[in-house]
């Protein structure tokens, strides 16, 4: 852990969902993601990954802390993210994920834990339509508050713009979205998406003032069905570029 503060946020697209940022003192890193391409089956549905990682997990560095958004996906968990959450200290997931694994823990919407001077507080996503936790499993997005720093929404899996609203009414100010989109679709909902697609991006975006949006998940699966150029051309025909901040992979940028 280091000693250096910043109000700003460092931030490391590594692939996929998974984010590396420095938040204050602390090291976060989002849905690790290591494995290169090849096949998921789950259940009745193959996940077939396209694209290995930007930066390999030996060269991630120490983290302090993984958000994982759920563990059933192998997208947002895969076998290397999961040997390297043997090295984390602290795992925040799904109550479902705390229970089917060890070293994890649940954290409900809108409960909170403390570390390092830093609030992290579970809020709700849905990666679906109405009723998908059926199929689809349960979810969560995090929520990271800190004196001083900017208040960072991670969204997790979450395809409703409902839930941004609600989330963004109930914490205040958010000044940095990381939002899955992509528009992942694998047919098990016909035409409706269990992540945001471009228009519902740009419906979250507005639901959350001003924050910067940081896009990601997108790319390197074969279910993804929107490129980050027509969510950045969706943006701006909305008005809404200047918001739009898309991390090149494998590079650290600050936000």
Known sequence: MTNTISTTVALLHIGGPTVRFRYGALTFLVDPTFDEPGDYPLGPVTLHKLTGPA???????????????????????????????????????????????????????????????????????????????ALSGPVTGFVLRAAGLPTVYVSGDNASVDLVAEIAARVGRIDIALLNVGAGNVGRYGDVDVTLNARTAVEAARALGDAVIVPVHAEGWAHFTETLDHLRRAFGYAGLADRLHIPPLGVEITV
Not at 73 to 89: I, K, Q, S, T, Y
Not at 91 to 103: G, K, N, Y
């Open 55 to 133: 930066i390999p997990a030996d060269r991630v560095g120490p983290v302090d802390v993984a958000l994982v958004s759920h563990d059933q996906h192998a997208d947002n968990l895969d076998h290397g993210g999961r040997a390297f959450l043997a090295g984390v200290p602290l795992v925040l997931s799904t109550v479902e994920a705390a229970e089917r694994m060890e070293d994890v823990r649940g954290l409900p919407n809108w409960d909170t834990v403390e570390i390092g001077g830093v609030t992290v507080t579970g809020v709700p996503a849905l990666h679906g339509p109405e009723g998908a936790e």
